[in-house]
T-cell receptor, first 113, second 115 residues
Framework: RKEVEQDPGPFNVPEGATVAFNCTYSNSASQSFFWYRQDCRKEPKLLMSVYSSGNEDGRFTAQLNRASQYISLLIRDSKLSDSATYLCAFKPPYGGSQGNLIFGKGTKLSVKP | GAGVSQSPSNKVTEKGKDVELRCDPISGHTALYWYRQSLGQGLEFLIYFQGNSAPDKSGLPSDRFSAERTGGSVSTLTIQRTQQEDSAVYLC?????????????FGEGSRLTVL
């Protein structure tokens, strides 16, 4: 099983739709999970951290399911500007509190008028 | 600017040549990372520097790849005897290190094309 897996998409949704992405990870001891957003030909930027209790930021909700080893990102009321690639990332346990992030290949979202 | 600065933004080279890519992290950030991203692929970790500690080189794909970080600031990624499969966008990122919340601040990348 790969360290991290994401459905590459593309997810083509109309404006106003609700869309959800999952990201599975293989190492159950992994800590610290994140969602990054990457616009076309741009650098990735942190969208939000994923806390054990789940967290919400406006139209975006991130959740962690440790039992099934996945994180999710829910986008409500999609906007055209949400079109981007969404990368999940996590800190591997062998890195301790520091060290690199492992990134998924990303899920491409395209929001249509 | 106040962000991570990378140069060159684009580099076209011939197979077998050496290339150097430069990264200037955000001032005060002690952690510096190199990733590469090939077309349609995710971010592949290459190397990580944290302060004065020995770098984590576990992601370097071959001994043709090396990186240095001088004075705890600017870093150079060197690829020797480039191959066509080295073509990718090389992204540098920095973070505050010990106070890291997990947010990496990326530069715009250096797009390398090996002919």
């Amino acid at each position: 099983r790969k360290e991290v897996e994401q459905d590459p998409g593309p997810f083509n949704v109309p404006e106003g739709a609700t869309v959800a992405f999952n990201c599975t990870y293989s190492n159950s001891a992994s800590q610290s999970f994140f969602w990054y957003r990457q616009d076309c030909r741009k650098e990735p930027k942190l969208l939000m951290s994923v806390y054990s209790s789940g967290n919400e930021d406006g139209r975006f909700t991130a959740q962690l399911n440790r039992a099934s080893q996945y994180i999710s990102l829910l986008i409500r009321d999609s906007k055209l500007s949400d079109s981007a690639t969404y990368l999940c990332a996590f800190k591997p346990p062998y890195g301790g509190s520091q060290g690199n992030l492992i990134f998924g290949k990303g899920t491409k979202l395209s929001v249509k008028p | 600017g106040a962000g991570v600065s990378q140069s060159p933004s684009n580099k076209v080279t011939e197979k077998g040549k050496d290339v150097e890519l430069r990264c200037d992290p955000i001032s005060g950030h002690t952690a510096l990372y190199w990733y590469r991203q090939s077309l349609g692929q995710g971010l592949e970790f290459l190397i990580y520097f944290q302060g004065n500690s020995a770098p984590d080189k576990s992601g370097l794909p071959s001994d043709r790849f090396s990186a240095e970080r001088t004075g705890g600031s600017v870093s150079t990624l060197t690829i020797q005897r480039t191959q066509q499969e080295d073509s990718a966008v090389y992204l540098c990122a920095s973070s505050p290190g010990l106070t890291n919340t997990g947010e990496l601040f990326f530069g715009e990348g250096s797009r390398l094309t090996v002919l």
